[in-house]
């Protein structure tokens, strides 16, 4: 199975996991408008404040937590309506690490 595909399935997982504790209905990829929030989600979770959560997180907990979100930040721009923003994004992270 593809990486990213995996990660990105891990994502909508863990998401869909949160929701449901607040009795929101689960993401479905197959659906465009869930594939834009999920795209959305992973890109505001790539902000440099959030990736790091403000500073908090050592060096080695923000390359896991980009890592996990890196590959699924790609599988969704090639799915989902939101590639621009996610691939401007990613580029940026990148160049600030």
């Keep these: 199975m593809n990486p ?3 990660t990105l399935a891990q994502y909508v997982q863990q998401r869909n996991q949160i929701r449901t504790m607040f009795r929101q209905r689960p993401l479905n990829l197959s659906d ?3 594939r834009q929030r999920i795209a959305e989600e992973i890109d505001s979770a790539l902000s440099p404040e959030n990736l790091t959560c403000d500073g908090e997180l050592s060096r080695s ?3 896991s ?3 996990m979100l890196t590959p699924g930040g ?3 721009a090639r799915i989902g309506p939101g590639r ?3 691939r ?3 580029r940026r992270t990148r160049c600030s690490q």
Excluded: G, H, N
């Design 4 to 6: 990213a595909k995996t």
């Design 32 to 34: 465009a408008a869930d």
């Design 61 to 63: 907990a923000v390359d």
């Design 65 to 67: 937590k980009y890592r």
């Design 74 to 76: 790609t599988r969704t």
């Design 84 to 86: 621009e923003i996610l």
């Design 88 to 90: 401007i994004r990613l």
